[in-house]
């Protein structure tokens, strides 16, 4: 799997997730349990988005469309 978007935290991550697998893109979202780490780490670049090498360009163009407020 491919990272394909860092989010600003676990929630958008899952909000991302959910946006690709509507589109049939098989993906993951790693980060659950750093969140419960802030404060010895970053609160911030904890929460990623995975995709399937397959799907990467797909990803990429809807993950835009979200990050421009089209979708």
Do not use: W
């Amino acid at each position: 799997m491919q990272l394909m978007f860092r989010a600003n935290n676990i929630l958008e991550a899952h909000i991302v997730a959910g946006l690709l697998k509507s589109h049939d893109i098989n993906c993951y979202v790693s980060g659950h349990y750093l969140q419960g780490a802030v404060g010895d780490l970053p609160a911030t670049d904890f929460a990623h988005v995975f995709v399937e090498e397959n799907k990467v360009t797909l990803a990429q163009s809807i993950i835009n469309d979200y990050e421009n407020n089209i979708l």
